[in-house]
């Protein structure tokens, strides 16, 4: 028997139904905005990925079977969307109507230790608005607002979206005379996972007065779900321009992302990033109860990630792991297959008259399937209820809930099933344990 990969997650029938319904889900959100969809191919040059970024030890390198083992690795598989997506704009920018906004939906590769919500293949969904040199600020909104939208409409915990700013951070520090502040805000970053103590001690060892990693330390206690950060970073009395420039640019987010129902937008100064290409805002998010797994869904704004010598192109995105949300909550399907209805068979001479009424409610867009043997129709019903299929047709013009147990004369060029049943839906891991049981 094979031994199964860790890290590589395969989804049994159900829980495929349910990724594809979320997938669906964030495609439909995502085009009502107005975001067009790519899809770019799944290795970069290696040392590409390696310039992007803190993670160059979680790249899988790629190389030819027949490849001499001396011969060095050029191309690696992407770790994420965002580097490939600013390579995209570079290579297609004068095919490309600017402001850009994409969707992109991929598997991506990370060599990482798998762990809960972690793993070496999984999806990601993305969104991006890229525009040629100069990108407004109200579009860091837009991106928060769309994907709080998306995250809304799916069957999970209350996400909290933890935004912060880097100049904030970054402005911070230097009005402190933090000589290094990409340094201080990688330790920060570390707060979720180390006690405030220990980053104190850390902030020290890098070269930090003990007042300054006080403050360090306040400002990322700071986190609202209103625009009263602002008072309470000015109150700790550190001036810098860049640091105005950024508690206005946040300010502006958090009144714009707000209002999402079922979702809680908070300005958190903790969240820094640990990817070096952002520049301004920065997204992270958090499922209610689901905490230890950390960010299922981030991003930022990046000025500087693609950029030639015709111009610089900033950009916005956010992105959501898809396989890091679906696996460790456990959603399953009422059904494995899409079928809505199983035509019976009454024996094997008749199983045309059962093709054709199958046929005739395909053609009417109700997903139909016809049962594999002309076995008594007891055992065709345990067939359409192992599978969760709603409804049994009886040829010619009879039709069973086999839920309910209701039956009734049907038309297959008329009949139709509540709009519910026309899909599987999704269910929460004590819904189905409820269903299996009951």
């Not at 190389?63 to 690696?76: F, G, I, V, W, Y």
């Not at 009734?408 to 026309?422: G, H, K, Q």
């Amino acid at each position: 028997m094979a031994t199964k990969l860790s890290g590589f997650p395969e989804f049994l029938p159900r829980e495929r139904i349910v990724e594809q319904q979320v997938l669906d889900h964030l495609r439909r959100t995502f085009e009502l905005h107005g975001f067009a969809n790519i899809e770019t191919r799944a290795v970069e040059p290696l040392d590409v990925l390696l310039r992007k970024g803190e993670i160059d030890k979680e790249v899988y390198a790629v190389k030819r079977l027949a490849a001499a083992d001396t011969e060095p690795a050029e191309l690696a598989l992407h770790y994420d969307l965002t580097v490939p997506f600013a390579r995209y704009v570079l290579e297609n920018a004068g095919k490309l109507d600017f402001p850009f906004r994409r969707w992109q939906i991929q598997k991506v590769w990370r060599g990482e230790r798998p762990q809960q919500g972690r793993f070496r293949e999984f999806t990601q969904a993305d969104i991006d608005i890229v525009a040629r040199d100069v990108l407004p600020s109200h579009f860091d909104v837009e991106v928060a607002r769309v994907m709080a939208e998306a995250l809304a409409g799916l069957p999970i915990p209350t996400p909290t979206f933890q935004i912060s700013n880097r100049k904030i951070l970054e402005g911070f520090y230097l009005g402190l005379g933090v000589a290094d502040p990409t340094a201080v805000m990688q330790v920060v970053d570390k707060l979720d996972k180390v006690p405030a103590e220990k980053i104190r001690v850390l902030l020290v060892e890098q070269g930090l007065e003990e007042r300054q990693a006080d403050s360090v330390l306040a400002l990322a206690e700071i986190v609202t779900t209103d625009t009263s950060f602002v008072q309470r970073v000015e109150a700790l009395g550190v001036e810098h321009e860049m640091l105005t420039e950024g508690l206005a640019e946040l300010a502006q987010v958090i009144e714009g992302a707000s209002g999402v129902d079922g979702v809680v937008v908070t300005a958190d100064l903790r969240i820094a990033r640990g990817l070096d290409y952002y520049t301004g805002t920065v997204f992270e998010t958090r499922l209610a109860g689901w905490e230890h797994l950390g960010s299922i869904c981030s991003g930022g704004r990046y000025d500087e990630l693609a950029q030639d010598r015709k111009g610089t192109y900033p950009g916005v995105g956010i992105s959501l792991g898809v396989s890091r949300l679906l696996v460790p909550l456990e959603l399953s399907a009422s059904r494995s297959v899409p079928s809505v209805v199983l035509v019976a068979v009454g024996d094997e001479e008749s199983r045309a008259d059962s093709d054709a009424v199958a046929r005739r409610l395909r053609a009417r867009g109700i997903a139909t399937e016809v049962a594999p043997k002309a076995a008594k129709f007891g055992r065709q019903i345990q067939f359409a209820e192992k599978r969760g299929i709603p409804y049994v047709w009886f040829p010619p013009s009879s039709v069973k809930d086999i839920r309910s147990g209701d039956q009734v004369d049907a038309d297959p060029d008329v009949w139709t099933p509540p709009t519910i049943d026309l899909t599987p839906n999704i269910l929460t891991k004590t819904e189905s344990l409820k269903e299996t049981n009951s």
